[in-house]
């Protein structure tokens, strides 16, 4: 599938760096970071806004220095309890128990064990989210595993539907799953498909954040739709797990993967995680049966018998650092609700929308991103005016300390990690982005 172009001005959203319209977010808006009074500096709001922050103590759980990290969309910052639980891991685990750390220390069992940590920052009961693999691999698996659930029931279900701004690994992945099934992909607009899906609809494949503009979908309404069809849809959260509350139980979710590296903070190459809602797990028949998720796995038996519950959803041998690295990055989640996340994400976003409407000279940029708290996730895409400039500019911020990253041909992305980042970061970001533009 081709990778979609971000439409010029996406329904919901409003210019920065462009005369104010009036669709400013407010504080009467669930989470809204309320603006200072009149005449109020944006550096002194900041400070306001910091020594409110009831999330502010978390920064000191990740190494950070002075720079403005504004990339956790793509790469969370190191979790300071990570280093030592790999070097324990390393040194005595494997150095001193080697093969026995299988039992000893809880590696065989590692994947669901962290998987149930998971589970709580998706919205999700024990036992049904295991960790391991990459996202890519899990698509793969859920996309199949849906398309056989649904075909099972009987009907003539013979279409994928697909977000159409995917990013592009979901596409390549669900029209290799449909030749496999024996479907065809039908691309839509992830906001059509309550509409799209029909009686030939055998699961839909939705982003729950778009990679590029930061729109929020309806996980809810959609996942509705879909089930009035008779269908099954699959939800890719890479984007959404660890900024805002999910819901997955909550809202009938039949299968979902994401990734761990982002805001959960799991470091490069992290694994990615499964979910399989507990009703569909007896019938979860998984595209790459492997030893890992057999019945019994050390009776090495030449014919495959799945294991039950979320062990289906395992392949192969876990990788034990990572994983364990993974483990020790969500230390930094106990004691925090999600909904808090949430509301400081909504209040990031909102100050770094009214600092750089208050800096950017007028016309430079673009904001893509939805103002509407209902349709915004915890990033903010920025599209240049000047055609080629983007590149240079988010090659300068770097060069000033501030990093976000670039996304051709247009559009800088700057992502919002509501436990490390904070109010006098953001307004220092919009305003070292002022100065680039006025220079440039």
């Not at 959803?313 to 364990?324: A, E, K």
Request: net charge negative; aromatic share 6%; glycine share 10%.
């Amino acid at each position: 599938m081709s990778d979609a172009t971000i439409p010029a001005e996406p329904t919901g959203t409003e210019p920065t760096g462009a005369e104010p319209t009036g669709a400013e977010p407010t504080a009467t808006q669930p989470g809204a970071a309320e603006p200072g009074p009149p005449g109020t500096a944006p550096a002194d709001e900041a400070a306001r806004l910091d020594a409110a922050d009831p999330l502010r103590a978390k920064r000191d759980a990740f190494t950070l220095d002075d720079t403005v990290y504004l990339d956790g969309n793509s790469l969370g910052a190191l979790p300071r309890a990570v280093p030592p639980r790999l070097a324990d891991v390393v040194a005595r685990e494997w150095g001193q128990l080697r093969i026995r750390s299988w039992e000893e220390s809880g590696w065989w069992t590692a994947p669901e064990r962290i998987g149930d940590r998971v589970a709580r920052l998706v919205g999700a009961g024990p036992g049904q989210v295991v960790v391991g693999d990459s996202t890519s691999v899990n698509v793969f698996k859920a996309v199949v595993a849906a398309v056989r659930i649904a075909q099972e029931r009987g009907a003539h279900r013979d279409q994928i539907l697909v977000d159409e701004a995917t990013f592009p690994t979901d596409g390549y992945i669900a029209e290799s799953a449909a030749r496999m099934t024996g479907c065809t992909v039908r691309p839509v607009a992830a906001g059509d498909v309550p509409t799209a899906v029909g009686a030939r609809t055998a699961v839909a494949l939705v982003n729950h954040v778009d990679y590029r503009t930061g729109r929020l979908h309806d996980l809810p309404g959609t996942t509705a739709a879909v089930h009035a069809a008779g269908a099954l849809v699959v939800w890719d959260l890479c984007h959404s797990a660890g900024a805002l509350p999910v819901g997955l139980d909550a809202h009938g979710v039949d299968l979902a993967v994401g990734c761990t590296y982002k805001y959960l903070n799991g470091g490069p190459g992290a694994p990615a995680y499964l979910y399989v809602a507990q009703a569909h797990q007896p019938r979860f028949d998984s595209p790459l049966p492997g030893w890992n998720s057999h019945a019994d796995p050390f009776g090495m038996a030449s014919a495959y018998t799945p294991a039950d519950g979320a062990v289906r959803g395992r392949v192969g041998t876990p990788d034990i650092l990572s994983t364990l690295a993974l483990e020790a990055a969500l230390e930094v989640w106990d004691g925090v609700p999600i909904e808090d996340v949430r509301a400081k994400s909504l209040a990031l976003t909102d100050f770094f929308l009214r600092c750089v409407e208050t800096y950017v000279p007028a016309g430079r940029v673009r904001s893509i991103t939805p103002v509407a708290h209902a349709e915004r996730g915890s990033q903010v895409a920025l599209r240049c005016a000047a055609a080629g400039e983007a590149g240079e500019v988010m090659a300068e911020l770097v060069r000033r300390g501030v990093v976000g990253d670039f996304r051709r041909p247009d559009v800088l992305r700057f992502g919002f990690t509501p436990l490390y980042t904070g109010f006098a970061e953001v307004e220092r970001a919009a305003r070292v982005l002022a100065d680039v533009l006025k220079e440039g």
